[in-house]
């Protein structure tokens, strides 16, 4: 991880991450920890209001885009026979709370920073065998959409990630990076009580 500053108060974190997809395109719940030891202590009072999550997904390895590592938006070819539409989906979101399935995880979940859900239509052949259409749709719910002052920490970062019939990466390992814009923050006694009671009830 990499700290260094934007503006006078801010620091920019950088991580890297890894996952792999199963033989079918799916990837159940998989969590990775960022380390942020280096700016939180809640004995000392300080914390992070995070106030920026940035993600993107790499693949280095994808025999498609050799040059540049990019993830394809594409989760599904249907075969010519295919008469089926396939739905897709990827969903990755930043937060202080262990959730056991991402299902559970909306911009209405207790201690949740950030979602961003990509999910892709491989529509259905018609009958000729001739192709149908391909679409994409990305939603984002960043830190400024749901905590406009900032998502203030005392500990570790934890970021979620959980896919559905990505049939095009089946068994491929797949490359999150993730950045952060935080300020430094002091806090108060009652709400470094309050948020360690909340991890408590974890």
Known sequence: MIGMAKNQDDVLLRD????TFNATGDRTTLYGRI?????????SREGLAIKEVKFQLREPT???????????????????????????????????????????????????????????????????GAGGDLQTYEYWYGPADLHPDGFTVV?????GIAADNWDLNSNDTVELDVLLV????????DRINEILSQAQDL
């Open 62 to 128: 994808q025999p498609t885009f050799t040059n540049t590592g990019c993830f394809s938006p594409v989760a599904d070819w249907q075969s010519a026979s295919g008469t089926a539409g396939v739905l897709s989906a990827v969903k990755i979101y930043a937060t202080t709370r262990a959730y056991e399935n991402a299902a559970e995880v909306g911009i209405a979940s207790p201690d949740v920073l950030c979602v961003y859900e990509k999910i892709a239509v491989a529509g259905a052949n018609n009958p000729t």
């Open 155 to 159: 500990s570790d970062l934890l970021i």
């Open 182 to 189: 935080a300020e430094p923050v002091k806090i108060s006694t």
């Open 16 to 19: 890297r991450m890894q996952f």
């Open 35 to 43: 380390d942020l030891s280096a700016y939180v202590n809640p004995i």
